[in-house]
Nanobody, 120 residues
Framework: QARLVESGGGLVQAGGSLRLSCTGSGFGLNYYSIGWFRQVPGKDREGVACINKRDGSTEYANSVKGRFTISRDSAKNTVYLQMVNLKPEDTAVYYC?????????????WGQGIQVTVSS
């Protein structure tokens, strides 16, 4: 079954770093724009970053600009979200998603999500 699989989450202290990975299993990520989203219980899902399939351009939420970097490794069929200088407010379940464009809302294909917890 084709799916997106997130990995790399966990617990980190404020100011620390994590790198999330989104890998396609039976799913060619290179054919899609890939977005990272996050959600905290009781709050709306927030778009964090996206990388466009057409030209590799990237987009970021204002809350993470300068701290998060999205990138793609086509050979590994993987998209990464490098997160540095993490803050407690970055604590959430992070999801990767795929669609034809970063402008799509909502995205068509989703991973199962992974927890990121930033302690103060």
């Amino acid at each position: 079954q084709a799916r997106l699989v997130e990995s790399g989450g966990g617990l980190v202290q404020a100011g620390g770093s994590l790198r999330l990975s989104c890998t396609g299993s039976g799913f060619g990520l290179n054919y899609y724009s890939i977005g990272w989203f996050r959600q905290v219980p009781g709050k709306d899902r927030e778009g964090v970053a996206c990388i466009n399939k057409r030209d590799g351009s990237t987009e970021y939420a204002n809350s993470v600009k300068g701290r998060f970097t999205i990138s793609r490794d086509s050979a590994k069929n993987t998209v990464y979200l490098q997160m540095v200088n993490l803050k407690p407010e970055d604590t959430a379940v992070y999801y990767c998603a795929a669609d034809s464009s970063c402008a799509e809302n909502p995205f068509d294909y989703w991973g199962q999500g992974i927890q990121v917890t930033v302690s103060s």
